[in-house]
């Protein structure tokens, strides 16, 4: 049989030890996560720098349907003259 102090001792060892190896677990699981939000993080700058050109590239197109109006007035014009020319 085992001394009294020792296997009072044993409970403490399997726990800590138990312990331990949950800590190690997760401490594995999460350092992986943290890097990939890390990464994720430095290449959502690059993206957002990537969409604030993009915005700045295409700002003309907002007055497109102006400019289509514009054509669409003139084009009318140049028929109306080539009819009033007999053509």
Known sequence: ????????????????TIGIVVVVVVVALVVPILLLARRIGNQAEAVNTGLQKAVVNTAALAELSTTIESA????????RGRRRLGG
Do not use: F
């Open 1 to 16: 049989m085992l001394h009294p102090t020792l296997a009072s001792n044993t409970g403490w060892v399997i726990g800590y």
């Open 72 to 79: 669409e007035a003139i084009v009318a014009g140049l028929k």
